[in-house]
């Protein structure tokens, strides 16, 4: 799959059945999530070592349930 074009940079795709692509911008530290429902999400203020970790992790979707849900604000942009 291609990266997906975002407003902080680029979203990767990742092989999951509940996340369809990830996107990081450090310098702002905004995390990008792109569902397979299409909906995307921006979370503000993640540490880079977070992105890493779902990036790497071998279950991207129990990932962000563990690390990323409940604990950023967040906002859907689309």
């Known amino acids: ?3 997906t074009r975002t407003a902080g940079g680029r979203r990767q795709p ?5 996340l369809r692509s990830v ?3 450090a ?4 995390l990008e999530i792109e569902f397979v429902s299409g909906a995307v999400y921006s979370y503000a ?6 992105h890493e ?3 790497d ?10 690390t990323v849900r409940g604990r950023y604000a967040y906002r859907r942009i689309r």
């Open 53 to 55: 970790e779902l990036m």
């Open 57 to 66: 992790a071998p279950s991207h979707g129990r990932c962000f349930g563990r």
């Open 45 to 50: 203020d993640v540490p880079r070592r977070v």
């Open 14 to 18: 990742v092989d999951s059945s509940a």
């Open 27 to 30: 310098v702002s530290r905004v």
């Open 23 to 25: 996107g990081y911008d």
């Open 1 to 3: 799959m291609a990266r």
